[in-house]
Protein backbone atom coordinates (compact mmCIF):
# COMPACT_ATOMS: atom_id res chain seq x y z
CA UNK A 1 0.00 0.00 0.00
CA UNK A 2 0.79 3.65 -0.92
CA UNK A 3 -0.01 6.54 0.87
CA UNK A 4 0.29 10.34 -0.96
CA UNK A 5 0.21 13.20 1.67
CA UNK A 6 -0.42 16.80 0.54
CA UNK A 7 0.63 19.86 2.31
CA UNK A 8 1.20 23.24 2.02
CA UNK A 9 -2.43 24.77 1.11
CA UNK A 10 -4.15 27.56 2.18
CA UNK A 11 -5.80 31.24 2.06
CA UNK A 12 -3.55 33.90 -0.50
CA UNK A 13 -4.81 36.72 -1.85
CA UNK A 14 -4.69 37.35 -5.41
CA UNK A 15 -1.64 37.95 -6.77
CA UNK A 16 -0.24 35.95 -4.24
CA UNK A 17 2.04 32.64 -4.01
CA UNK A 18 2.01 29.48 -2.29
CA UNK A 19 3.71 25.80 -2.91
CA UNK A 20 2.45 22.77 -2.61
CA UNK A 21 3.93 19.58 -1.41
CA UNK A 22 3.30 15.90 -1.67
CA UNK A 23 5.10 12.78 0.17
CA UNK A 24 4.50 9.40 -1.34
CA UNK A 25 5.27 6.52 1.16
CA UNK A 26 5.16 2.89 1.35
CA UNK A 27 5.64 -0.40 -0.92
CA UNK A 28 7.39 1.53 -3.90
CA UNK A 29 9.88 -0.17 -6.33
CA UNK A 30 9.97 3.12 -8.41
CA UNK A 31 7.24 6.36 -9.10
CA UNK A 32 6.50 7.03 -12.84
CA UNK A 33 4.62 10.02 -13.57
CA UNK A 34 3.13 12.37 -10.52
CA UNK A 35 0.60 15.26 -10.87
CA UNK A 36 -1.08 17.75 -9.44
CA UNK A 37 -4.70 18.04 -10.24
CA UNK A 38 -7.27 20.27 -9.01
CA UNK A 39 -11.23 20.48 -8.46
CA UNK A 40 -13.61 23.50 -8.00
CA UNK A 41 -16.49 23.36 -6.66
CA UNK A 42 -19.06 21.92 -9.25
CA UNK A 43 -16.39 21.50 -11.58
CA UNK A 44 -14.88 18.72 -12.96
CA UNK A 45 -11.74 17.43 -11.59
CA UNK A 46 -8.70 18.27 -13.99
CA UNK A 47 -5.49 18.38 -14.66
CA UNK A 48 -2.87 21.13 -13.46
CA UNK A 49 0.39 19.75 -14.13
CA UNK A 50 2.09 16.43 -14.46
CA UNK A 51 6.11 15.38 -14.38
CA UNK A 52 7.54 11.85 -15.42
CA UNK A 53 10.44 10.68 -13.58
CA UNK A 54 12.43 12.31 -16.39
CA UNK A 55 11.55 15.36 -15.42
CA UNK A 56 9.49 16.20 -18.56
CA UNK A 57 6.18 18.49 -17.29
CA UNK A 58 3.04 19.24 -18.99
CA UNK A 59 1.20 21.91 -17.87
CA UNK A 60 -2.83 23.01 -18.27
CA UNK A 61 -3.08 26.38 -20.56
CA UNK A 62 -4.55 28.56 -17.71
CA UNK A 63 -1.39 27.53 -15.21
CA UNK A 64 1.54 27.89 -18.00
CA UNK A 65 4.35 30.86 -16.77
CA UNK A 66 2.25 30.57 -13.01
CA UNK A 67 3.04 27.53 -12.00
CA UNK A 68 5.81 25.63 -11.92
CA UNK A 69 5.88 21.66 -10.92
CA UNK A 70 8.84 19.65 -9.78
CA UNK A 71 9.83 16.31 -7.88
CA UNK A 72 12.21 15.24 -5.70
CA UNK A 73 13.07 11.45 -6.95
CA UNK A 74 15.30 10.49 -3.56
CA UNK A 75 12.38 12.23 -1.53
CA UNK A 76 9.25 10.37 -3.29
CA UNK A 77 8.06 13.94 -3.13
CA UNK A 78 6.56 16.49 -5.86
CA UNK A 79 5.88 20.10 -5.67
CA UNK A 80 3.82 22.95 -7.01
CA UNK A 81 5.04 26.40 -6.84
CA UNK A 82 2.02 28.42 -7.55
CA UNK A 83 3.21 32.06 -8.47
CA UNK A 84 0.86 35.16 -9.19
CA UNK A 85 -2.49 33.18 -8.33
CA UNK A 86 -5.59 34.51 -8.96
CA UNK A 87 -9.30 33.62 -7.31
CA UNK A 88 -10.09 31.27 -10.35
CA UNK A 89 -7.30 28.68 -9.04
CA UNK A 90 -9.46 28.67 -6.16
CA UNK A 91 -9.93 24.67 -5.68
CA UNK A 92 -9.29 21.30 -4.15
CA UNK A 93 -5.72 20.34 -5.43
CA UNK A 94 -5.30 16.43 -4.89
CA UNK A 95 -1.54 15.09 -6.12
CA UNK A 96 -1.33 12.04 -7.81
CA UNK A 97 1.21 9.39 -8.18
CA UNK A 98 1.67 6.03 -10.36
CA UNK A 99 3.41 3.70 -8.68
CA UNK A 100 5.37 0.27 -9.37
CA UNK A 101 5.79 -1.86 -6.45
CA UNK A 102 8.16 -4.60 -5.64
CA UNK A 103 6.06 -7.40 -7.99
CA UNK A 104 6.12 -5.04 -10.85
CA UNK A 105 2.83 -4.03 -10.72
CA UNK A 106 1.63 -0.07 -11.44
CA UNK A 107 -0.98 1.35 -9.74
CA UNK A 108 -2.26 5.02 -9.42
CA UNK A 109 -2.79 6.60 -6.15
CA UNK A 110 -3.89 10.09 -4.95
CA UNK A 111 -3.63 12.00 -2.04
CA UNK A 112 -6.30 13.25 0.04
CA UNK A 113 -6.52 16.58 -1.28
CA UNK A 114 -5.45 20.54 0.09
CA UNK A 115 -7.62 23.18 -0.01
CA UNK A 116 -6.20 25.79 -1.99
CA UNK A 117 -8.37 29.63 -1.60
CA UNK A 118 -7.05 32.65 -3.92
CA UNK A 119 -9.34 36.06 -2.15
CA UNK A 120 -9.79 38.75 -4.48
Known amino acids: QVQLVESGGGLVQAGGSLRLSCGASGSIFSINAMGWYRQAPGKQRELVAGITNGGSTNYADSVKGRFTISRDNAKNTVYLQMNSLKPEDTAVYYC??????????????WGQGTQVTVSS
Open 96 to 109: SATVRDYDYNEYDY
